[in-house]
């Protein structure tokens, strides 16, 4: 059986410990309310506009219908209500109603054939007989409710009342219709409903968007106690080696006996102490080293000194304290070498 010594543990970095599993952060909730917000106003923005634009459809309509209408071949009476910029259009789809003048009632429809618009003169008298001045250059028209109408003429009618607008032209199936732009309310309500569905769809959805996002999770206290890694700016550095003998000498592990002390060359060897006659030990004495030989007879060195018996004290006399003498260690011979492998004490010469 053979005794080997392990390796020092004290030059040895420690092995790296494995990172322990990092459980995926907690996702956080999404912002419900954000996205209830975001339907409901996107909802209200198309219904809302949606509402404006049907409205603004409907008043176009209702405004073509309530168009003045005068048929061709006689004189139509106009009442006019206030001062204002009145247009007149050559209707060639629609359905007369009720007429005043000398014009005879005709509800029925009409609808001209031909691809371009028929030819017509009119002639606009106010209440006192005189001419109105009837003024090119317009551009306007509507399709709506069953009625086709394109703009001919405008009139600047300054003062209320009665009026009277004679139509002529050689052919009968159309007619002339007169009052306001019937688009011009209805495109500026048609534009408000189409800002309000924008917007509302605009809001809504960015409303949708941020709910969508997920908060930020609450922070998770990590036990520091149990790091799993490193701290930052803090890299692990291994264990400085211990310090090593001189070369030549066996490293002794840490857990073998350490030997007595070694003598250095020249030192004389210590030898156990000789048991005084009046008791107790001597404190140990070195043997001098032996003189160097000339030739002759070897000289034998003296022994030690010895002490001389204790003498008894005369009788009567008080008892002498005896000054107590002092015990040296005990010497501890070095264990026995192993034998086979294993460490060894080196022994040097006495010489």
């Given at each position: 059986m053979s005794f080997q010594p392990q390796?020092?543990?004290?030059?040895?970095?420690?092995?790296?410990?494995?990172?322990a599993p990092v459980a995926a952060p907690p996702k956080g909730k999404r912002r419900k309310g954000m996205i209830v917000a975001g339907l409901i106003v996107l909802l209200v923005g198309l219904i809302g506009g949606g509402a404006i634009v049907a409205k603004a459809m409907s008043n176009y309509e209702e405004a073509v219908k309530s168009l003045a209408r005068a048929p061709v071949g006689c004189t139509t009476t106009l009442v006019f209500d206030e001062p204002?910029?009145?247009?007149?259009?050559?209707?060639?789809?629609?359905?007369?109603?009720?007429?005043?003048?000398?014009?005879?009632?005709?509800a029925g429809p009409y609808e001209h054939t031909g691809d371009k618009l028929p030819k017509v003169s009119l002639t606009l008298e106010d209440p006192n007989g005189d001419p109105v001045d009837l003024q090119r250059?317009?551009?306007?028209?509507?399709?709506?409710?069953?009625?086709?109408?394109?703009?001919?003429?405008?009139?600047?009618?300054?003062?209320?009342?009665?009026?009277?607008?004679?139509?002529?032209?050689?052919?009968?199936?159309?007619a002339i219709a007169i009052g306001r732009d019937p688009k011009k309310d209805s495109e500026t309500l048609t534009a408000v409903g189409v800002g309000v569905a924008l917007v509302g769809v605009v809001v809504g959805l960015l409303l949708f968007l941020l709910g969508l996002r997920r908060r930020r999770p609450d922070p998770v206290m990590s036990d520091v106690r149990n790091p799993v890694?490193?701290?930052?700016?803090?890299?692990?550095?291994?264990?400085?080696?211990?310090?090593?003998g001189p070369p030549g000498l066996p490293l002794t592990p840490a857990f073998a006996p350490q030997p007595g002390p070694l003598l250095s060359p020249g030192q004389p060897p210590t030898r156990p102490p000789e048991q005084p006659v009046g008791g107790g030990f001597a404190p140990p004495t070195l043997a001098p080293p032996p003189p160097p030989?000339?030739?002759?007879?070897?000289?034998?060195?003296a022994g030690p000194p010895t002490s001389a018996p204790p003498t008894?004290?005369?009788?009567?006399?008080?008892?002498?304290a005896t000054p107590p003498t002092a015990v040296p260690?005990?010497?501890?011979?070095?264990?026995?070498a192993p034998s086979s492998g294993g460490w060894s004490i080196p022994v040097e010469d006495e010489d």
């Open positions: 390796a020092p543990m004290f030059g040895q970095p420690p092995p790296p410990l494995a990172p204002a910029t009145f247009t007149f259009y050559i209707e060639t789809k629609g359905q007369l109603g009720d007429l005043g003048g000398d014009c005879e009632a005709n250059g317009v551009t306007a028209s509507y399709d709506a409710a069953g009625f086709v109408g394109t703009a001919i003429r405008t009139a600047d009618i300054e003062q209320a009342g009665t009026f009277h607008l004679n139509v002529e032209s050689d052919e009968s199936d159309f890694g490193p701290l930052p700016g803090w890299p692990p550095s291994p264990y400085a080696p211990a310090p090593v030989s000339s030739g002759g007879a070897p000289v034998i060195p008894l004290p005369p009788a009567g006399a008080p008892p002498v260690p005990p010497v501890v011979a070095p264990p026995p």
